[in-house]
């Protein structure tokens, strides 16, 4: 399976990293990392979409633009790893998902303008970390398992989360070692 591990981790030492390289390696198939730190997405605005539109008419999905589709769409698995923070997913990671959520490029419409998928992705993986409690999921995976379940057609879903790590009296290495152990149920199903 063609494992494509999409880090949202921006701090040194990041336990949400820290879990999904858990996952991966209990996982044991070979990943391609993009680390949208370093390989930042830019917001899409006026000019980026107008030049996407460009491209798109024009055929040139090979053009440098279109990069994060292209793996995206190779890909069967998805492991995204992202914190928690500020009530919802980093926005690097949301800058990701407009560069690979094209029209024509990863799904296209048919009939009733219902999206049908043109990747190989069937599986997502969701791993997260908060140091307080998380609101609520919809605000993280809910959003993403929305988009891959109704535009990419995934049909397999997991999720991990470890959060109030940092409250008053919080153990973090207990609460982390207990995503760890669903991790390890996860593959023992």
Request: glycine share 6%; proline share 4%.
């Amino acid at each position: 399976m063609k494992t494509l591990f999409i880090n949202a981790c921006v701090r040194e030492g990041s336990r949400t990293k820290q879990l999904a390289e858990y996952y991966l390696k209990k996982n044991g198939e070979p990943y391609e990392e993009l680390d949208l730190e370093k390989d930042r997405a830019l917001p899409l605005d006026r000019e980026g979409l107008l030049k996407r539109g460009e491209l798109l008419e024009a055929g040139k999905t090979d053009d440098p633009l279109f990069r994060n589709a292209n793996q995206f769409r190779e890909a069967e698995e998805i492991v995204i790893a992202a914190p928690y923070w500020d009530l919802s997913i980093p926005a690097l990671l949301k800058d990701y998902i407009e560069t690979i959520d094209i029209v024509g490029l990863t799904f296209h419409y048919i009939a009733d303008d219902v999206p049908q998928t043109l990747s190989k992705v069937h599986k997502l993986v969701f791993i997260t970390t908060a140091g307080g409690t998380m609101i609520n999921d919809e605000y993280g995976y809910g959003y993403l398992k929305a988009v891959f379940e109704n535009f990419f057609e995934v049909k397999d879903f997991a999720y991990f989360k470890a959060e109030k790590l940092d409250l008053y009296g919080a153990e973090p290495e207990k609460i982390l070692e207990e995503t760890r152990r669903q991790i390890d149920a996860y593959f023992a199903e």
